[in-house]
């Protein structure tokens, strides 16, 4: 291993195993451990994110386990998420894992051209129950998540990770994307799920547009205009396996790709998520969701107002047809035409849920 | 360094040695060691310009460059960057025991009030090769005060400068539009003679022989639109069946992020009955050699870009240009004489209208590239580029002399602007001696990225990747690929594309 070695993305065609690592990062981290004051016993690989050069390790420590990570982001983007990990457990006393200080008091090491850092492996923890109790345990789990980060402040030297101002462009790009999908499916249209899809794009298509028009009129750029600090983060990857059960009550894990943004993003992802593994749209879940979520952290009737456009977007057909482009000729079988199907199905109980709680929402005074 | 000779010369003529700073971006190193288009204009420049001037570089850091050393009597001082604060803490630091004539700051307003704060005497320039000015980029109030302290604010397009002062209007009087150059030695029609053996070798290196080809050149994203040109295709398919299509870019075989985008890209080309070839990674220093094969260019952006430097290429090697009525793009066109300006950019119908025209009618290609050649030679030569800036100082020089005050623009005097004018004279009688400009330029300015200037905020794109609030007008360039060049002849099939286990991913829940 040669100190100006870079790591690299190391299982593109993602035949190598989700657990291999190349034998120079295993050095690298060899090396990574000795500036941290642990006896480290054993090394166990949990998780790789080989297409982009990520890795977390649990290590045995004389000091009781510990999660060994390499951030794959850019440093200086990585910088700003682990001064949002300290600021929430320093100055907030969140349950997120503490970050142990390496022997020159600093929170990572970089190397390879990427940050590492180690935090406290938080045992026991374990899942939720998938049920409406679990849902809403994650929900004002993340709600507090969300309160508590307002006021984050990044270190010097760290990029300004920020999706507040973004959502036109994101909706945008999906609106875009809706014609390149038809562009693809008519360029393809022996493939099996190539009729489906352009039975459907019209339809899914229009419903982007119309979110993207409802974002422009909401209240959306006032809300925006109150900045990144007063928001607070946005955990931007929030699911089922994210957020877990520990003895003390629900942590939050897996930080590293937190930025600023409307609270409620992650609150919508969690809901269409959860919607898409029950198979249906449910009122009571979404209900029961919603408000676990306020009890600690209220939503503002203007913000309510952007969940239920960011509700309204084609998510999940997006969701689930943007890898076409890749491979189109594989892609476009008679799985995705089933699913899509199935997609569409879903959509169609969707509505009435966005619907009824618009009813019930427009006599609430604003906070 | 400036020879005593010239030294003498100008002092005798009653001018003195002026100290000038440049002040590049926080992106990438000068000399252009890992490419950048501001990186090589500046690289490209200076060594003409320090004949008659002491200049110092202040630019970033980098591993494989000393923090300060001196080249040719020009002294390079390097201080961290990559991030706009922590640059401009780097500059400040530098400037406070420093004292310079003028200060000429690339693309960066946000360091102008820093600069003025350490150098309360400095004339300082700013030249805009991005819309740095809009509202995202700097706040109103910075912005007003950045432009007060300015004498000069040098564009590379009109439309940069009305960009400005649709926000500014006080920075008009300002303005300079100084167009970029071409190396006309590197870019050399196929009707030459070494044109033409170039020109013959790589279309038989890549079985053209006999094809029209159609050349893109740039990024790929969706901003580029390289879509729109390839989804023009199937309308020439029926009339033009000898037609081949080239895209010239560097993030098709990208190894480690395959974008939405260009898996869009590609699987519609995959599906034309006509070759599509598409390089992935071209060596700078090759890429001159796919103009030559070409028979007419197009640049299909679809964003107001401030003016790619695609254009002055495709006039230097002689080819028609089809460009788009974006940003400023249409301002080195003379409509039906170098080129064609499609007014609706996203429609590939009006392409497909002005490509047919083109490729049936060899004449008209050929005294359109000729047309576009004698252009380059006559405006967009980098002679012509280092003699406007080099009066540009001279502007300032004056200004310091009959001490106009800092950051006035109409208090000069009608002897003033004579004293000028004559100098603007002598400027080009002095361009004979400048004539090693070019041969200087060959080794930099391929390093460049394909069409010069990155849009700006145009991050990867996939959905979940968090946004970044930084500035990113410029492109690191990627390592080349493995693969150099992936030929999808007579396609369909269009096989190997890198393959991706997107299905197994995206599948997995």
Known sequence: MSEEQIIIPWDLDGTLGDLFVPEYIVEMANVVVTYYDLQVSHMEVITTKADKGGLIWKIETDKGPMSLKILHRRPTRSLFSLGAQEYLVVEKKAKVPPIIKTKMGENFVEMGGKLWFIA??????????????????????????????????PPSGAEMASRLYRWPKTYKKIVKKMAWFR???????????????????????????????????????QLAARGNKEWGLVHQDYGWSNGQKGADGMWIIDLDGVAYDLPIRDLRKLITGTMDDLGTWDITWVKGMIDAYQETNPIEKELMEILLIDMSLPNLFYKNVKELLFEPTVFMDGELETLVNRIVEMDKTKWPVIEQLTEEWKGVSSS | MASDRAVNRRMERGEFFMKVLIICTEKLPVPPIRGGAIQTYIAGSVQSLSKDHQITILGITDPDLPEKETIAGIEYVRVPGKLLEIYREGIVHFLKDQTFDLIHIFNRPRLVIPVREVAPNARIVLSMHNDMFKLEKIEPEEAKKAIAQLDKIITISNYIGKAITELYPEAQSKLQTIYSGVDLERFIPAYTEKGKRIRESVRREHNLEGKKVILFAGRLSANKGADVLVRAIPELEKNHSNIALIIVGSKWFSQDDITDYVAYVRALAARMSVPVITTGFVAPEEIQNWFCAADIFV????????????HYEAMAAGLPIVTTARGGNPEVIEGGKNGFVVENPEDPHEFALHLAKLLSNPNLRNEMG?????????????????????????????????????????????????????????????????????????????????????????????????????????????????????????NPPAKPWLKVNKKEKSRKR
Request: charged letters at 25%.
């Open chain 1, 120 to 153: 406290e492996w938080i045992q026991p923890l374990e899942p939720v129950e998938k049920s409406l109790e679990g849902a809403k345990l994650l929900c004002s789990a993340i709600g507090e998540f969300h309160n508590l980060s307002k006021g984050y402040v």
């Open chain 1, 183 to 221: 562009d693809i499916a008519k360029a393809y249209h022996e493939m099996p799920a190539s009729s489906t899809i352009l039975a459907v794009i019209d339809m899914f298509e229009s419903q982007a547009i119309k979110a993207l028009q409802m974002l422009e009129q909401s209240a959306y750029f």
């Open chain 2, 299 to 310: 640049c299909p952006s679809q964003w107001q870009e401030p003016l790619a430097r695609v």
């Open chain 2, 370 to 490: 000729q047309y576009g050649r004698k252009l380059a030679e006559e405006k967009y030569t980098w002679n012509r580029v280092v003699s406007n800036i080099a009066s540009v100082w001279r502007e300032m020089e004056q200004k310091i002399k009959n001490k106009i005050a800092i950051g006035s623009t109409n208090d000069a005097t009608n002897e003033d602007l004579e004293a000028i004018a004559t100098e603007a004279e002598n400027e080009l009688e002095m361009n004979a001696e400048m004539a090693d400009v070019n041969s200087q330029l060959v080794i930099e300015s391929g390093k460049e990225v394909l069409d010069g200037i990155i849009e700006t905020n145009e991050t990867k794109e996939s959905g979940e990747m968090t946004e970044v609030l930084a500035d990113a007008e410029e492109e690191i360039i990627e390592t080349p690929p493995l693969k150099k060049i992936f030929i999808c002849y007579n």
